[in-house]
């Protein structure tokens, strides 16, 4: 089993930047694709980023998000720059499908 614990998130203006990490206990992280997904409010949750070998971004973020991992550190970043409002969204992380319980986020809110 592996469980997650988000961090990083909070109040940005538009345009701006924020570093969002996820720490992740249990052996198995380095085994899987791992994402960074988010949920907006009234919306279903969706996969924003991953990473295996390479990695693939929704195309509303694409060149602006930017993932990565350490596997020897069983973390996962996502660096996120030119905020904007939609991106407004608590962010998770977890597999590639996800097959482990979420952790509880972190809230993003992009607002002037």
């Known amino acids: 089993q592996v469980q997650f614990v988000e961090s990083g998130g909070g109040l940005v203006q538009p345009g701006g930047s924020l570093r969002l990490s996820c720490a992740a206990s249990?052996?198995?992280?380095?085994?899987?694709?791992m994402g960074w997904y988010r949920q907006a409010p009234g919306k279903p949750r969706e996969l924003v980023a991953q990473v295996t070998s390479s990695t693939t971004y929704a195309d509303s973020v694409n060149g602006r998000f930017t993932i990565s991992r350490d596997n020897a550190k069983n973390t996962m970043y996502l660096q996120m720059n030119s905020l904007k409002p939609e991106d407004t969204a608590v962010y998770y992380c977890?597999?590639?499908?996800?097959?482990?319980?979420w952790g509880q986020g972190t809230q993003v809110t992009v607002s002037s």
């Open positions: 977890n597999s590639v499908p996800n097959i482990y319980s």
């Open positions: 249990g052996r198995a992280f380095s085994l899987y694709a």
